[in-house]
């Protein structure tokens, strides 16, 4: 038995906006005062402490192939970043992308305490289990990759739609994932004739179908499989001039069914001089604003060195010609590609300044915090660990423009963002970096502390320096166990793997079976995780 | 009563065959169909027998084995860990842990073949892709330095050569095939189009192809022993396919320029894709040995070559590598996980191993369990043993326990020993 008592309580989800109250847990598990049983229990005194449900980062790519791919790639990011092994704690290195270990530790030490992975493409999915396993204390889930998928564009070309509904749930649980994930739909299989897609509905080359088709398909299908968290659509067209219009075709196509845009701030660029875009929050936050069943995360860009890794092969092609910087690609059979590129992104660059602007403007333009979530689509325009400085960029509006002062001029051009006076409350950062992202993934037990909730719990004390209070909660509790204090890790439980198990009709097997003869070089037996469960594992009921 | 299995992946080369087809009578292997005439050695003859480990030669029980590889770690106060490439994800994962725990050096076999390989992708990138979309997509394969007719039997018939494949119907006809090496090989006998160069003038002539890339042109005469004229024909070739692939393997990386002569093919690759789509793969040999690079990445952030003598991981290849570790006479006590330092490594390192207390983990006899003062005769993933093992191209593949052996696992001996050191 564990009590938190006299804290001010942040629990949107629960209506508590500050209120004193007391957390009691019992297993794992917030319980009812009326359990409380205080006789021998552990109690923290948290009178006058900010208390909220442990973080949720609904977007970012901590392991798997092509993270790994990047730390191998980049030893320059790990010097100066590392840990030394304490006790039992693992000794670890990397800025943008640490290593296993050390990327549970920094998410717990911050307060977080469920973080999905944003792209798995299922031939490697074992791998990214693989390091989930090596990643403590943190509870995790990973997004599977289907917008280049062959078999689905067959079935979509050949207007098969329940095999592909039956394909996705197999697939989903063949690999062990949680969502669907798209990147440029259709523009990966293009890249691999050196091509790509520009609009919704350009051909992708050898099955005929089009973006917008893989997009309705697989959010069609989506609804129809119950699953808790709709399509994580990365659009076409990501850092183009083009992007923020096709982004709001794209929300226009899927309107009336469910949908998750991810780092919308990579896609709300319009045409400006000399190579320069505009942002164009205003008009997509207005699209955002109308759409009632969408939600988005912002992908806010933090000046600094970052490690750009996407399954959007032909952008990075593309941003490697622009830079300069080393190029990482990898095209996967049958499925997806992608690739790396570090960059480093500078407030006197205009470019860097744009993105940083159009960031900052969605944030404060999206009307609803239940619609717009925290993240820098870690390590894409920033790392996890920048989040309590973004937090600080929303609440504090005096540091929000001293900082805005300090770009280049051409980004503060017709920017809205000196007056937006708006600054987030304590309670509206709950909803952004907890209640909202949990209630988009559907994990009904996250992010929130009324009963029954898992007792993932931050303990901050407050301070006028909302960076430095996020940095470092006094307390966190994941499941009840006490695993950070005052910024430091103090006990790594393994955290669990959430997926889905979708219900298909197995006849589907058959025809997977075929085409897996016909063009995967892996025998079908091996491919399927199925029968194999992976380490803490639970599985999250579909709708 | 036999048994057949399917679908059995062989993990004796980086192409990590998983179509094979096993016979089992009791507790042996007795039969073996597709796999190729090494992997079939392999897995025919292993003997699965329980042997007892040894201290200093004489057998002794596990209990005391494991007390003698903890005292003889616990005593070291610069231990090197070394192998790996052989064993599974689920052992180096291990490996790593005990590592961390000692502060000892872990390498694995990379260093000694494909360590070049990782310095070039870290300084310049590289482009690649998976096995399947070779089959499916590559119309122009070039083999630059490695012959898989004798390292990789399978690759021709599986992936690269004769294989037909979504958009390569007619299978060997739909591709055109050249081999660069310092001398014919049964691999060049293949191809279309053979280059012999110069020993020693790989750099030179992967330059030259890059500058033909970039439009320049070169005087007339021959370059690292070929002539100019046919590296304008293959870069004309490169630049007009529709997807091109290059395997590269150890005649780049241990012949003169080693990283250097990689990373001009990468960026050779790199350019390319300007043009056309290009990709490059490395030729992985041991089974797993992409799986040891990637677990020691995401423990450590680096591929091999990481020393943890200060609590944390520091990369230092040609300096934490252990050929270089041991020419020093810097390590004071080594593990060897599934290879053979001893048979394979530069006579003053090979010597200094013999002068330290060595532990081995290993299914098979080898050379240095011979010198070893502790040697655990442990199971072989994928016969008696399950696990995970990388291909090639970096996908994972499972490992299957086809035998009922009472062999421990590395995964398990280094677990106890974990518990055991200090
Ligand atoms: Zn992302």
């Keep these: 038995m564990l009590g938190v008592l006299g804290g001010r309580v942040y629990d949107p989800r629960n209506g508590s906006d500050g209120e004193t109250r007391d957390i009691w847990v019992k297993d794992g598990r917030v319980v009812s005062p009326e359990e409380a049983d205080r006789q021998g229990a552990e109690i923290v005194d948290a009178t006058g402490l900010v208390v909220m449900p442990g973080g949720v980062d609904i977007h970012s790519h901590i392991v798997g192939a092509k993270v790994n791919a990047a730390r191998k790639f980049r030893p320059e990011d790990h010097r100066g970043a590392e840990r030394a092994r304490a006790g039992a704690f693992r000794s670890g290195s990397g800025h943008t992308v640490p290593s296993t270990h050390l990327t549970g530790y920094l998410y717990a030490e911050m307060g977080y305490t469920t973080v999905m992975e944003a792209a798995t493409a299922p031939l490697v999915a074992r791998h990214a289990h693989e390091e989930m396993a090596d990643v403590p204390i943190i509870d995790k889930a990973t997004f599977i990759t289907m917008g280049n998928n062959h078999f689905l564009m067959k079935c979509i070309r050949d207007g098969r739609h329940e095999m592909a509904r039956d394909y996705v749930a197999w697939l989903l649980r063949a690999s062990k994932g949680y969502a669907i994930k798209i990147v440029n739909p259709g523009g990966v299989e293009n890249w691999k004739w050196g091509s790509n897609v520009g609009e919704l509905d350009d051909e992708v080359i050898g099955f005929g179908v089009t973006p917008r088709q893989i997009l309705e398909t697989l959010a069609q299908i989506s609804g129809e499989l119950g699953l808790p968290h709709p399509p994580h659509i990365h659009g076409i067209n990501l850092g183009r001039s083009s992007s923020a219009r096709t982004s709001i075709e794209t929300m226009a196509a899927l309107d009336g069914l469910r949908a998750h845009f991810c780092h919308i701030q990579f896609l709300s660029y319009g045409k400006g001089k000399g190579g320069v875009h505009t942002s164009e929050a205003v008009a997509i936050a207005e699209a955002v604003n109308a759409h009632p069943d969408l939600t988005v995360d912002v992908g806010q860009l933090v000046f600094g060195s970052a490690t750009t890794m996407t399954s959007d092969g032909p952008l990075q092609h593309s941003l490697h010609r622009t830079t300069g910087s080393k190029w990482m690609n990898v095209d996967v059979e049958g499925e997806t590609g992608g690739g790396i590129v570090p960059v480093f992104y500078k407030r006197t660059n205009p470019i860097n300044a744009v993105m940083w602007r159009t960031g900052m403007e969605l944030f404060l333009l999206i009307k609803d915090p239940w619609k717009v979530f925290l993240t820098t689509d870690h390590p894409n325009a920033g790392c996890f660990t920048s989040y309590p400085h973004v937090i600080k960029l929303l609440m504090d509006r005096d540091y929000r423009a001293e900082v805005f002062e300090g770009i280049h001029a051409r980004a503060r051009e017709g920017s809205v963002l000196h007056d937006l006076e708006r600054e987030y409350s304590l309670y509206e950062i709950a909803v952004i970096t907890r209640a909202g992202p949990a209630r988009a993934l559907g994990l009904k037990n996250k992010g929130h502390l009324g009963v029954g909730a898992d007792a993932d719990i931050a303990i901050y004390q407050e301070m006028d320096d909302k960076a430095e209070m996020f940095a470092r909660p006094r307390y966190v509790f994941k499941g009840g166990t006490l695993v950070a204090r005052d910024g430091t890790v103090v006990a790594d439980p393994p955290g669990r793997t959430f997926y889905v198990a979708p219900s298909y009709d197995p006849g589907v097997e058959k025809d997977i079976r075929r085409h897996f003869e016909a063009t995967y070089t892996v025998s079908f037996e091996n491919y399927s995780m199925l029968s194999q469960p992976v380490t803490h594992e639970e599985v999250i009921a579909c709708g | ?422």
């Design chain 2, 1 to 422: 009563m036999s048994t057949t299995i399917e679908h059995v992946a062989c993990t004796f080369c980086g192409c990590v065959c998983d179509d094979i087809v096993v016979e089992i009578e009791g507790s042996r292997i007795a039969g073996v169909r597709r796999a190729c005439a090494v992997g079939r050695g392999v897995l025919d003859e292993y003997d699965p027998e329980v042997r007892r480990p040894t201290l200093r030669g004489r057998e002794v029980e596990w209990e005391a084995a494991i007390e003698a590889a903890a005292s003889i770690l616990d005593r070291a106060d610069s231990p090197l860990i070394y192998g790996l490439s052989s064993s599974a994800v689920e052992a180096q994962r291990k490996a790593v842990e005990l590592a961390d725990r000692l502060g000892a050096v872990i390498d694995t076999t990379s260093s000694v073949c494909h360590g070049p390989t990782g310095l070039a992708m870290q300084a310049v990138g590289e482009a690649t892709c998976t096995l399947g979309e070779v089959r499916d997509r590559a119309d122009l394969i070039v083999f630059w330095g490695c012959n898989p007719a004798a390292s990789h039997p399978r690759h021709f018939g599986r992936f690269s050569l004769t294989p037909k494949g979504t958009h390569t119907p007619n299978g060997r006809k739909d591709r055109t095939v050249f081999v660069v090496d310092v001398r014919p090989t049964g691999s060049s006998k293949q191809a279309d189009h053979f280059l012999q160069v110069d020993v020693g003038a790989d750099y030179e002539v992967l330059t030259a192809l890059r500058s033909l890339v970039k439009g320049n042109d070169l005087a007339h005469g021959s370059i690292g022993g070929i002539p100019v004229s046919q590296l304008k024909d293959l870069v004309e070739r490169m630049k007009a396919c529709r997807y091109g692939v290059v395997f590269m393997g150890m005649g780049l990386t241990m012949s003169r320029g080693r990283h250097l002569n990689v990373g001009e093919l990468f960026s050779l690759v790199t350019e390319l894709n300007d043009y056309a789509r290009f990709s490059v793969i490395p030729m992985r040999g041991h089974g797993n040995v992409a799986g040891a690079d990637q677990v020691l990445t995401w423990s450590t952030g680096y591929p091999f070559a990481v020393s943890f003598a200060r609590g944390y991981p520091q990369y230092g290849p040609g300096e934490f590598t252990a050929v270089d570790v041991l020419a020093r006479g810097e390590a004071d006590a080594a593990l060897i996980i599934a290879s053979d330092p001893a048979a394979h490594f530069p006579r003053r390192a090979a010597e200094h191993l013999e002068r330290i207390p060595t532990i081995v983990l290993d299914p098979s006899e080898s050379l240095t369990a011979g010198i070893a003062q502790v040697v655990f005769p442990t199971a072989s993933y994928g016969l008696d043993a399950a696990g995970t093992a990388y291909r090639m191209d970096n996908v994972p593949i499972p490992l299957r326990r086809l035998l009922t052996s009472g062999r421990p696992t590395d995964e398990e001996v280094l677990d106890r020993i974990i518990e055991a050191v200090k």
